[in-house]
């Protein structure tokens, strides 16, 4: 079985300020991890994963997480804020097996205030 | 690569009626995978092609609802008999197998249904 908690459903920052999403897992196996980022009515656009490798992954737009085995995290980090990071973040994870089974998180609001 | 197509954007239809979305992947991806989400959750996942085969089902996948990909292709998503609980975003997305962006799962738009 796997699962994803996004501690917080909504996150406030100030543009150029720190961004910090959170988020635990729980897989019985190796997993591999990712996060996607949701604008109104659109599909989700992946940011950035964790499969293998490197624990420290970094993505687009500036984004990066690090995959940390025991805590069970992949926080979501961004040093500056900029008015176009406002958006729904997903975290997601999918075990290192056979299965495609993606168990998404139930998302993080991100609001940035000018 | 034009991305993964959802048809229609929007459909608005009465309980009781059936309905059909469509989904066209990336050419060259041979997974196709159906989710569901509804207002302040994240995608649930549905149901899992690799080319003309449905390999895995979700529970949340009812005897009224029905998915295909006949050649392997698009792949359509039947809902028959809608109820009000079924009002949700229906989105679709594909991955290929092997390569660098194996188990990178790419989204369409999605479908957003409204059932009266």
């Known amino acids: 079985a796997q699962s994803v908690t996004q501690l917080g459903s909504h996150v406030s920052v100030s543009e150029g300020a720190l961004v910090l999403l959170r988020c635990n897992y729980s897989?019985?196996?190796?997993?591999?991890l990712f996060w996607y980022v949701q604008y109104p009515n659109q599909g989700l656009q992946l940011l950035l994963k964790?499969?293998?490798?490197?624990?420290l992954v970094k993505g687009i737009n500036g984004f990066e997480a690090e995959f940390k085995k025991s805590e069970t995290s992949f926080h979501l980090t961004k040093p500056s804020a900029h008015m176009s990071d406002a958006a729904e973040y997903f975290c997601?994870?999918?075990?290192?097996?056979?299965?495609?089974?993606?168990?998404f998180g139930t998302g993080t609001k991100l609001q940035v205030i000018p | 690569d034009t991305g993964v197509s959802q048809n229609p954007r929007h459909k608005i239809t009465k309980r009781g009626q059936n309905v059909t979305f469509r989904c066209d992947p990336i050419?060259?991806?041979?997974?196709l995978y159906w989710y569901r989400q509804t207002l302040g959750q994240g995608p649930e996942f549905l149901t899992y092609?690799?080319?003309?085969?449905?390999?895995?089902k979700s529970r949340l996948l009812s005897d009224r609802f029905s998915a295909e990909r006949p050649k392997g292709s698009f792949s359509t998503l039947e809902i028959q008999r809608t109820e009000q609980g079924d009002s949700a975003m229906y989105l679709c997305?594909?991955?290929?197998?092997?390569?660098?962006?194996?188990?990178?799962?790419?989204f369409g738009p999605g479908t957003r249904l409204t059932v009266l």
């Open positions: 092609f690799q080319n003309e085969a449905q390999l895995e």
């Open positions: 997305a594909s991955s290929s197998r092997g390569g660098p962006s194996t188990d990178t799962q790419y």
């Open positions: 050419s060259e991806h041979n997974r």
């Open positions: 997601a994870v999918k075990n290192s097996g056979g299965y495609q089974k993606v168990t």
């Open positions: 964790y499969t293998t490798g490197a624990t």
């Open positions: 897989s019985s196996v190796p997993p591999y």
